[in-house]
């Protein structure tokens, strides 16, 4: 039982450079989420997606970019890495009713120097 | 603007100590209600929900947590805390008005630490 699976786990990369990181969920669930985690601020948002081809911004989504051409799998782009971007971040996917939780991946650490 | 607050953003306990983590959020709605626990290098994992349904709520690992409305409060309790206890806790709310896409509001964390 897979669940939420993401990759890379770890990655570094330069100013200016550009990269997708791969989130992957096998329940068949309709929304789908990225966050970043830095601490003391929690997780904040940053897309999200509640079907297959649709997306929206949450609340810091300047910098990044995401798809959801299949249903299982949500992209998180940064075109031009920059170093606050530096962080960790969680792809977390759920099922249609809305007291459901969420439910999260092992995330992927992302360095920018 | 809606928003999370936990109270303490290091906690430290004995073990065997009583755990008290706490979580108030701003709303006059009343939310849907999480607690999720975060152990080194790894994602969130779900402790227990609060969902409109009884207001004291049990969860894994012992946890339990109660919703006062009149507070707007949801914290997270142990009778006895354990070492393996150890871990990041995150209080979480879907808060119901102008929320498309059921988005989580987190609080800022509380780092949980039992000493021997």
């Known amino acids: 039982n897979a669940g939420v699976t993401q990759t890379p786990k770890f990655r570094v990369l330069k100013t200016g450079q550009s990269m997708t990181l791969l989130c992957a969920q096998d329940?068949?669930?309709?929304?789908m989420y990225w966050y970043r985690q830095d601490p003391g601020m929690g997780l904040r948002l940053i897309h999200y997606?509640?079907?297959?081809?649709?997306?929206a911004k949450g609340e810091v989504p300047d910098g990044y970019n995401v798809s959801r051409l299949k249903k299982q799998n949500f992209l998180l782009g940064l075109e031009s890495a920059a170093p606050s971007q530096t962080s960790v971040y969680f792809c977390?996917?759920?099922?249609?009713?809305?007291?459901?939780?969420?439910?999260f991946g092992d995330g992927t650490r992302l360095s920018i120097l | 603007a809606q928003s999370v607050t936990q109270l303490g953003s290091h906690v430290s306990v004995s073990e065997g100590a009583l755990v008290l983590l706490r979580c108030n959020y701003s709303s006059s709605v009343p939310p849907y209600l999480f607690w999720y626990v975060q152990y080194p290098n790894q994602g969130l994992q779900l402790l227990l929900k609060y969902t409109s349904a009884a207001t004291l709520v049990k969860g894994i690992n012992g946890f339990e947590a109660e919703f006062k409305k009149s507070e707007t409060s949801f914290h997270l309790t142990k009778p006895s805390a354990h070492m393996s206890d150890a871990a990041e806790y995150f209080c979480?709310?879907?808060?119901?008005?102008?929320?498309?896409?059921?988005?989580?509001?987190f609080g800022g964390g509380t780092r949980l630490m039992v000493k021997p």
């Open positions: 997606s509640v079907g297959e081809g649709t997306t």
């Open positions: 329940m068949n669930h309709e929304y």
């Open positions: 977390a996917s759920r099922g249609p009713a809305n007291n459901q939780p969420q439910h």
């Open positions: 979480a709310v879907i808060f119901m008005n102008n929320n498309a896409g059921n988005m989580l509001t």
